[in-house]
């Protein structure tokens, strides 16, 4: 089955450090997703890639696409204490008009102010 | 209530009861999904409904059976439980996709969790 090799699995860094967590896979996906996950929470969407070789921002974080289709990574800069939680990355692929995600282990991110 | 919704939060049962995991969505959408989170591994998709009919069964176990009575509306029936089924149960929304090559944001509620004795 499809698989997604997430690293790292945790990161313990410092207010106001770059983190940076990448994403491997073996099968080529549609569209590439960065998920956080809060405790108690479910994970929110934080960027979405659609081509490859993008490389996309949102506020403190970059992501980019893979040009093969099968790796993505995601970095954020300067890091801030609710920047701590659990980070996801997701596959995209399409069955019967509905689409499926595959996600990755997570990284969890711990932060020492 | 706004987004999606699940109840109940948290639930422990044992493995001779029978329980229903309840989802709402607030938001309009048309597809909806169960995913398993357990400890130390990737969340796991377990059904897909489009259009409240089921295009996806991951694979998974009788024990567990979904029920989609409107595009609203998503339940899980638990029966006769294991202790590794002890997990955090997601329930997700989107609108669904008529093509490839786009995306639909998937928005997920904050999970039931799921503890059989």
């Known amino acids: 089955g499809q698989q997604l090799n997430q690293s790292p699995q945790s990161m313990f860094i410092q207010e106001g450090e770059d983190v940076s967590m990448n994403c491997t896979s073996s099968?080529?996906?549609?569209?590439w997703l960065w998920y956080k996950q809060d405790p108690g929470e479910g994970p929110v969407l934080l960027i979405a890639?659609?081509?490859?070789?993008e490389l996309t921002s949102n506020g403190r974080l970059t992501a980019q696409f893979g040009i093969t289709r099968k790796d993505s990574f995601l970095n954020i800069s300067a890091s801030i204490p609710s920047d701590v939680g659990i980070y996801f990355c997701?596959?995209?692929?399409?069955?019967?008009?509905?689409?499926?995600?595959?996600f990755g282990q997570g990284t969890r991110l711990t932060i020492n102010p | 209530e706004t987004g999606v919704t699940q109840t109940p939060r948290h639930l422990v049962m044992g493995m001779t009861n029978k329980k229903s995991l309840k989802c709402e969505q607030h938001?309009?959408?048309?597809?909806m999904y169960w995913y398993k989170q357990s400890a130390k591994k990737p969340l796991e998709l377990m059904f897909v409904?489009?259009?409240?009919?089921?295009?996806e069964n991951n694979s998974v176990p009788s024990r567990f059976s979904p029920e989609c009575p409107n595009s609203s509306h998503l339940f899980l029936h638990l029966h006769t439980l294991q202790p590794e089924d002890s997990a955090l149960y997601l329930c997700?929304?989107?609108?669904?996709?008529?093509?490839?090559?786009?995306?639909?944001?998937?928005?997920f509620g904050p999970g039931t969790r799921l503890t059989v004795l």
């Open positions: 938001l309009g959408h048309n597809a």
């Open positions: 099968s080529i996906f549609n569209t």
């Open positions: 409904y489009s259009l409240e009919e089921r295009v």
């Open positions: 997700a929304s989107s609108q669904d996709l008529l093509f490839a090559g786009s995306y639909n944001e998937q928005f």
């Open positions: 997701a596959g995209q692929f399409i069955i019967q008009g509905a689409q499926k995600l595959v």
């Open positions: 890639l659609y081509k490859a070789g």
